[in-house]
C-alpha cells in the first residue's frame, strides 16, 4: 500500500474519531466539551506529527509494504559460496503467517484493542451511568473505582495473555479475534454513546419489546456495517488492518478516559455520601402519648382505589372507618426522586441547582422534622432511597439510622451487577431482551456494620405484611411521641406480588393486582393499630407520593396519587371529601393533625371550591425537562390539566 495513502487513511480515522467520540453529555457543562475537542484534537496532531516523523521506523517494524519499494527490493536471498566464490539464488518459501510480523510487533494490538473494550464496559460504562444517576447508589465512586481498576488490568491482561497465546500458533488466528474483539467494542460504543435514548427504564418495569422493534433493526444494521467494515480491514488492508483497528481502539479509550476526567472535575461525582443504613430497628415500636404515621405506598393511584372502592364498597367502608379519603387530589411531581422531598419540605424544585444539593436540604430544613425535633418528638424513617440525610450530625434525628463505613460484600457480585447494568444500556436492542437487571441488586451488595441493632430496612409488601402478622404493633415504656415514616413498594413495578402476597415472576402480576395488595397491607396497617391501646392517640396519612399512567395519558397520568387521612381521636364512619387538594397543602395538614384539628379543620379547601393547582411533569430519566401544567378542575380528568408552556431545563 502506498505509503501516503495509509497516511491519509490513518489520518482520516484520526479526525473521524476525534468529532465521534465527542458527544454532550446531559451531566457535562458544554464548556467541558471544549476542552475535551482541544484535548482530542491535541492527541490527533500529536500522533500525526508522530507518524509522519516515525513513519519509515514503524513501516520496517509493522513490516507494512509500500509499492515504491517494488523497483529494487527482491524477495529473493544470496550468498556467496566459499568453496566455489560464486553467488548463488536461493529462493526459500515465505510464509507470512509465521514470517513476515514478527511476534513482538503484534503487542500494541494485543494490548489496545482489548483494553478499549474492557475499559468501555468496566470504567466508562458504569462511571456514566452513575454520574446520570448518582443519587440511585448508596456507593460513592471513589468506592466504585476502587473496586473496577483492578477488575480492568486483570481482565486486560488476561485478554492480552490469550491473544498472544493465540499469536503464537497463528497470526490469521490472532488478527480474526482481534477483529472480533474491536468490532464488539465499537458495537457497544456506538450503542451506549448514540442510541441509548430509547433504552427501557431501569425501574422495575418489564419492558415491551415488541414497542422496540424499529430500534432492534437499527441495531441489527449497526452491527452488521460494523462487522463487514472489521472484515474490510482484515481482508483488503492486511497488516494496515490491524494497525487501524489498533490506532481506532486507542483512541477510543483515550477519548473515554478523557471524558472520564472531565466528569472528575465538572460533576459532583467525587463528592463523599454519609454511608448509613436504614434499619427496622423500632419498626413496629408505638408510643403510649402520641404518635403521628405517615405510611405511604408507592405510585398508588387514586383512580385505581375508586375503581376498587366501587367493587368492593363493604371492605372499604369497614377497613378504613375513621378515615377521610380525598379523591380530588392533586400531586406535584410525576416521579419519587423529587415527589418525596417535596412532601417532606413543600419546596419547588424547578431545575434551578443541583438536585442532590436540593434534596439534601430539602430533608434538613423540613417544617415537619424542625417542629418534631423542637417538640421533642422521636424520629423513626424507613425509605429504601438513602439519600436525604444531610451530615452525619443530623443522622443522630433519625433512631433507626446507623453510620458505616461503606464497602461491598462481594467484589465479584458488585462486578457482575455493574456488567449487567452497563451491558443494559450498551448492548445491541436485539440482545437486552437476554440481559437480566434488578435495581435492588446494588443494595444487597453492602457490607453491613457489625453490632447493628436490626435488619437493614425491607420496604417490600411482604415484608411489613410478614411483620404484621409476627408482631404487630407493640407499645414501648418510653412516653415521649413517635413519628414514624414507612416508604413501601406499594403498586411500583415490576409488579411481581400476587394478592396472596406470594412473591410471583417479575412482570407476571398487573398494576391492578398489585393496587390490591397495596390496599391490603394498608388494612392490615390500620388493624393492627386498633388492636393497640393507642389507637386514639394517633394521627395517620395513607398516601402514595405520585399515582400511576394505567392509561397511558401522557405527561399528567401520574399526577392523581392516594391520599386519606385520620387525625388524633378520630371516630366516625369511612368518609369521602371531594375537596380539590393538593399536595401543596401537606406542611399545612401535618401542622392541622399536629395541632389536634379535626377533619373539617384539616384542609381550608371545601367541596364545590374553584381552584388552580400546579403539576410539573415529565418523563421517567429526563427530569431534565419540566413541563408545568395547572389543573383547573378534578385531578382525576387528565382533560382538566392545562400546559402553561413553561419549561423547567437544567441551567
Known amino acids: 500500500m502506498n505509503q501516503m495513502k495509509l497516511f491519509r487513511i490513518l489520518y482520516y ?31 490527533m496532531i500529536g500522533l500525526s506529527a508522530f507518524l509522519n516523523i516515525y513513519w519509515h521506523r514503524i513501516a520496517r517494524r509493522l513490516n507494512i509494504g509500500s509499492s515504491s519499494y517494488k523497483d529494487f527490493e527482491s524477495d529473493d536471498l544470496y550468498f556467496n559460496d566459499p568453496v566455489k566464490g560464486i553467488k548463488d539464488e536461493l529462493h526459500y518459501p515465505v510464509h507470512t503467517d509465521d514470517v513476515k510480523t514478527g511476534i513482538w510487533s503484534d503487542v500494541p494490538a494485543a494490548v489496545f484493542i482489548p483494553a478499549a473494550f474492557v475499559y468501555l464496559l468496566i470504567v466508562y460504562g458504569p462511571s456514566e451511568i452513575y454520574v446520570s444517576n448518582r443519587n440511585e447508589f448508596w456507593f460513592d465512586y471513589p468506592i466504585m473505582i476502587k473496586a473496577a481498576v483492578p477488575l480492568f488490568f486483570l481482565l486486560c491482561a488476561l485478554l492480552t495473555v490469550i491473544l498472544m497465546n493465540v499469536r503464537k500458533y497463528s497470526r490469521n488466528a490472532f488478527t480474526i479475534l482481534c477483529a472480533a474483539v474491536f468490532s464488539i467494542t465499537v458495537i457497544l ?133 375513621d378515615f377521610m379519603f380525598y379523591p380530588d387530589t392533586s400531586g406535584t411531581y410525576s416521579f419519587t426522586q423529587e415527589a418525596v422531598p417535596y412532601i417532606m419540605n413543600g419546596k419547588w424544585f424547578e431545575n434551578q441547582e443541583n438536585f442532590h444539593d436540593f434534596q439534601l436540604n430539602a430533608m434538613q430544613e423540613s417544617p415537619l422534622f424542625q417542629r418534631l425535633e423542637r417538640e421533642e418528638w422521636l424520629i423513626d424513617y424507613y425509605d429504601h432511597d438513602l439519600m436525604y440525610l444531610t451530615d452525619y450530625d443530623t443522622i443522630g434525628r433519625y433512631r433507626n439510622a446507623y453510620r458505616y463505613d461503606a464497602e461491598f460484600s462481594s467484589l465479584k457480585e458488585y462486578a457482575g451487577a455493574s456488567l449487567r447494568l452497563t451491558l443494559f444500556k450498551y448492548a ?17 451488595l453492602r457490607k453491613l456494620p457489625e453490632g447493628m441493632l436490626a435488619n437493614d430496612f425491607d420496604h417490600g409488601n411482604v415484608r411489613f405484611h410478614e411483620q404484621m402478622n409476627s408482631t ?23 409488579f411481581d406480588y400476587d394478592e396472596d402476597f406470594s412473591i410471583i415472576e417479575p412482570g407476571m402480576g398487573s398494576y391492578k393486582t398489585d393496587v390490591t395488595v397495596s390496599m391490603k397491607t394498608a388494612a392490615e396497617f390500620v388493624q393492627e393499630l386498633r388492636n393497640t391501646d393507642v389507637y386514639d392517640q394517633t394521627a395517620v ?6 399515582g400511576y399512567g394505567f392509561e397511558n395519558t401522557g405527561l399528567t397520568e401520574r399526577a392523581n396519587p392516594l391520599l386519606m387521612v385520620k387525625g388524633f381521636h ?67 380528568h387528565q382533560e382538566d390539566y392545562k400546559p402553561t408552556g413553561i419549561i423547567y431545563t437544567r441551567p
Open 13 to 43: 480515522v484520526f479526525l473521524l474519531d476525534m468529532i465521534l467520540t465527542i458527544r454532550v453529555q446531559a451531566y457535562i457543562d458544554p464548556s467541558v466539551t471544549t476542552y475535551a475537542i482541544q484535548a482530542l484534537a491535541g492527541v
Open 189 to 321: 460504543y456506538i450503542h451506549g454513546v448514540f442510541m441509548s435514548g430509547h433504552v427501557p427504564p431501569m425501574d422495575g418495569t418489564t419492558p415491551v419489546w415488541n414497542e422496540y422493534y424499529t430500534d432492534m433493526v437499527i441495531s441489527l444494521f449497526v452491527t452488521i456495517l460494523v462487522i463487514a467494515g472489521a472484515a474490510v480491514m482484515y481482508h483488503k488492508l492486511k497488516e494496515a488492518g490491524l494497525l487501524l483497528m489498533t490506532v481506532i481502539s486507542f483512541l477510543i479509550a483515550a477519548a473515554l478516559g478523557i471524558m472520564n476526567i472531565m466528569m472528575v472535575f465538572t460533576t459532583n461525582i467525587m463528592d463523599q455520601k454519609l454511608h448509613y443504613i436504614i434499619s427496622e430497628a423500632h419498626y413496629s415500636e408505638l408510643s403510649p402519648e402520641k404518635n403521628f404515621i405517615i405510611f405511604l405506598l408507592d405510585a398508588v393511584d387514586s383512580r385505581a382505589v375508586q375503581k376498587q372502592m366501587a367493587e368492593e364498597p363493604e371492605f372499604y367502608k369497614e377497613t378504613f372507618a
Open 428 to 444: 445491541p436492542y436485539y440482545l437486552k431482551p437476554l440481559i437480566r437487571f434488578e435495581p435492588g441488586e446494588f443494595l444487597s
Open 472 to 494: 404487630g404493633f407493640t407499645v414501648s415504656d418510653d412516653h415521649m411521641p413517635v413519628f414514624k415514616f414507612y416508604h413501601l413498594d406499594g403498586a411500583h413495578t415490576p
Open 541 to 546: 396519612i395513607i398516601m402514595a407520593d405520585h
Open 570 to 636: 378520630e371516630r366516625h364512619d369511612f368518609r369521602i371529601s371531594k375537596a380539590p387538594v393538593s399536595f401543596t397543602d401537606l406542611q399545612d395538614l401535618y401542622t392541622s393533625l399536629l395541632d389536634g384539628n379535626k377533619e373539617d379543620e384539616q384542609f381550608v379547601w371545601k367541596e364545590g371550591d374553584y381552584r388552580q393547582r400546579r403539576y410539573l411533569g415529565y418523563h421517567y430519566n429526563k427530569e431534565y425537562e419540566m413541563r408545568e401544567f395547572i389543573l383547573e378542575g378534578n385531578a382525576s
